[in-house]
């Protein structure tokens, strides 16, 4: 039985932040269909701002040596969609 914890990141305020989920079908330590039933549905169902990327087979805690462009693209896309889309520019 798995027993790790996931705790949600939260503000000062107690507001959540966006999540990024990088994961492997094929990850021995936390098995996908865990992951998803276990720590996304809830998410899903308490409405949460969340994204993932899950590729077939990567080893654990390896994503960015197997699929380096598509980790990049992940991550940076992710910062781009939650955190710089909506800055405006100071420089006129």
């Known amino acids: 039985m798995i027993t790790k ?3 949600s990141c939260r503000d000062l305020s107690g507001e959540y932040w ?3 989920f990088i994961y492997s079908k094929t990850d021995f330590y936390l098995p ?3 992951l998803e039933k276990s720590v996304l549905e809830p998410r899903v169902e308490k409405k949460r ?3 993932t990327k899950r590729w077939d087979k990567s080893p654990h805690v390896a994503h ?4 380096k ?7 940076l896309n992710f910062l781009y969609e939650k955190y710089f889309k909506n800055i405006k520019s100071i420089n006129k």
């Not at 960015?64 to 699929?67: N, P, R, Y």
């Not at 462009?69 to 991550?75: N, Q, R």
């Open 32 to 34: 996908w269909k865990y």
């Open 49 to 51: 701002d969340f994204t």
């Open 64 to 67: 960015l040596k197997a699929h």
């Open 5 to 7: 914890v996931f705790i």
């Open 18 to 20: 966006p999540e990024l």
């Open 69 to 75: 462009k598509d980790y990049e693209d992940a991550v």
